[in-house]
C-alpha cells in the first residue's frame, strides 16, 4: 500500500540580497520575478515513510540539512536517510554562502545570509512537518518519460553526450493527483548574470505549470545537470526567454496523458561515502588565470565572457586555500519500480546516464544538489580546459572512479 501527502511553503527573501550562481552579479536583488518555493512530497510505503523535499535556491549546506534531519527524527521518528533535501540549483536566488562572493569582505557582510539559513531552517522543517501533520491519503503510483528536443541540451557543444528526460510521476487517489514529482536534467540559468529579480528560474516556472495542470506543486527533482542547460537554444536572458523554454518543455510533457503505472516497495537506502585531500597547486592555478585574463580581453560573446569571469573567481576561491577536502557523499534508494541515486554534485549528463543503465529498476533517476553541494563532476578529459573542472572541488578522474562505484551500487551488486 502506498500513501502521500505533500506540502509546499514559500522562501522568499523579504529585503535584497546578494544573489548567487554568477561571479559577474555583484548588485544586490531589486525584487521578485515569482516566489521562491520549497515543497516537499511523504511517502508511506508498506508502513515504511521516506520524505523528499526540494527547495528553490542555488544550494544548500550540510549544516542545514543536518539540522533539519535531527529535527525531524527527534519529532517523528524518521531516520536521516529516509529524508532527503535538495536544492534545485537556480541563479536567481540568494547566495547563503556570501564568502563565495567575489565581492565579500566584512564591510559588506550585512548578516542576512545568516538570517536567511535559519529561515530556511524552520520553512523546510515547517513544509515536512505539514506533511506529517496531515491525512495520509492512499494512492496509485504512475509515469511518463519524455525526451525534450530543441529547447535545452550539453551546454558545451551540440552533439555532445547529453540527458533531455524528463519525467513526470503522478500519485492519485480517485483521479485527483495528491502529489507529484519531475525529475530534469537542466540548468535553471534561463535568466542571465544581469537579472536582478528573485526567482525560480527555469524548474520554478515548470513546477507553477505543472501545477496548473494537475492541481499541487510538484516536488521538481534536478538530475544530472552539470554539462546541461538552453546555452545553445537561448533567444535572449530575460523572463521571455523563460517563457519561452518553460512552455515549450511543459508542452512536450503534457503532448500525451499516457502514465505507465508504477510498483513501489519499501523504502531501502544504501549509502556511499568518498573523501580525497590534496594541496593547491597555486602557480598552475596563477597560469591559468593569466591565460583567462587574456582570453577575456579579445572575448565579445556575453556568455563566453561570462565564463571566462566565472572562472577567474573560481580560481580566487581557491587560491584562499592551501590544501582541498573533497567530501562526496550519495545513496542508492530503491522504491520498487523507482531507484533514485542521489548525490550532491553537479554531474556531467554523461556519467548520470551511465548510473542510470546499471539499474535494472524500471524507472531510475539521478538527483543532484541532494543533502549537500558537491560541486562538479566532470570528466577528465576536460580537467584545464572548462569552467566545470576549474570550479570542481574534484581531483582528476575522481569523476570516473565515483560514477563506478555508484553504477556498481546502482547495479545491485551487493544484494
Not at 529535527?71 to 536567481?92: D, F, N
Not at 535559519?118 to 525526451?147: M, N, P, Q
Not at 507553477?208 to 521538481?220: H, I, Q, S
Not at 545553445?232 to 515549450?248: C, K, P, S, V
Request: one cysteine or more.
Amino acid at each position: 500500500m502506498i500513501k502521500a501527502a505533500t506540502s509546499t511553503r514559500y522562501v522568499t527573501p523579504d529585503q535584497p540580497c546578494f544573489m548567487g550562481g554568477y561571479g559577474m552579479r555583484t548588485e544586490k536583488s531589486d525584487g521578485v520575478l515569482d516566489e521562491l518555493k520549497c515543497t516537499a512530497v511523504l511517502l508511506e510505503v508498506e508502513g515504511k515513510p521516506i520524505v523528499f523535499c526540494d527547495v528553490e535556491i542555488l544550494m544548500l549546506t550540510a549544516e542545514i540539512v543536518a539540522d533539519v534531519k535531527q529535527k525531524l527524527e527527534q519529532t517523528y521518528g524518521i531516520p536521516a536517510e529516509m529524508v532527503v533535501i535538495a536544492a534545485t540549483h537556480t541563479h536567481a536566488g540568494p547566495e547563503i554562502r556570501s564568502e563565495r562572493l567575489p565581492m565579500f569582505d566584512e564591510t559588506s557582510d550585512d548578516g542576512f545570509w545568516r538570517a536567511y539559513q535559519d529561515l530556511l531552517r524552520g520553512t523546510i522543517f515547517a513544509t515536512i512537518s505539514e506533511c506529517f501533520e496531515a491525512e495520509l491519503v492512499e494512492v496509485s503510483a504512475s509515469c511518463r518519460t519524455v525526451e525534450i528536443e530543441g529547447l535545452y541540451g550539453n551546454r558545451n557543444g551540440i552533439g555532445k553526450p547529453e540527458d533531455k528526460d524528463v519525467t513526470l510521476i503522478v500519485f492519485e487517489h480517485n483521479g485527483a493527483t495528491v502529489a507529484a514529482i519531475v525529475n530534469i536534467s537542466c540548468h535553471p540559468t534561463v535568466l542571465g548574470a544581469q537579472n536582478l529579480k528573485i526567482s525560480g528560474d527555469l524548474l520554478g516556472y515548470i513546477s507553477r505549470g505543472v501545477k496548473e495542470k494537475l492541481g499541487v506543486y510538484p516536488l521538481m527533482m534536478q538530475g544530472a545537470s552539470g554539462d546541461m542547460s538552453n546555452r545553445n537554444y537561448r533567444q535572449g536572458h530575460d523572463a521571455q526567454e523563460l517563457t519561452r523554454i518553460g512552455e515549450g518543455i511543459l508542452a512536450q510533457l503534457f503532448a500525451s496523458q499516457a502514465l505507465k503505472p508504477l510498483s513501489l516497495g519499501k523504502p531501502l537506502a544504501e549509502s556511499y561515502h568518498w573523501e580525497t585531500r590534496y594541496p593547491v597547486d597555486k602557480g598552475m592555478l596563477r597560469n591559468l588565470q593569466a591565460q583567462i585574463r587574456q582570453q577575456m580581453e579579445a572575448e565579445t560573446n556575453y556568455d563566453k565572457h561570462k565564463i571566462l569571469l566565472s572562472s577567474i573567481y573560481a580560481i580566487d576561491l581557491k587560491l584562499k586555500k592551501e590544501e582541498i577536502t573533497a567530501n562526496f557523499d550519495a545513496a542508492i534508494i530503491r522504491l520498487g519500480d523507482i531507484e533514485i541515486c542521489k548525490q550532491p554534485g553537479e554531474m556531467f549528463s554523461r556519467f548520470g546516464k551511465k548510473i542510470k543503465a546499471a539499474s535494472k529498476a524500471k524507472l531510475p533517476l539521478i538527483w543532484g544538489y541532494a543533502d549537500d553541494y558537491g560541486g562538479y563532476l566532470a570528466d577528465q578529459g576536460e580537467y584545464g580546459k572548462t569552467y566545470e573542472s576549474i570550479m570542481s572541488p574534484m581531483p582528476k578522474g575522481a569523476t570516473e572512479e565515483i560514477t563506478d562505484d555508484l553504477a556498481w551500487l546502482m547495479s545491485g551488486a551487493m544484494e
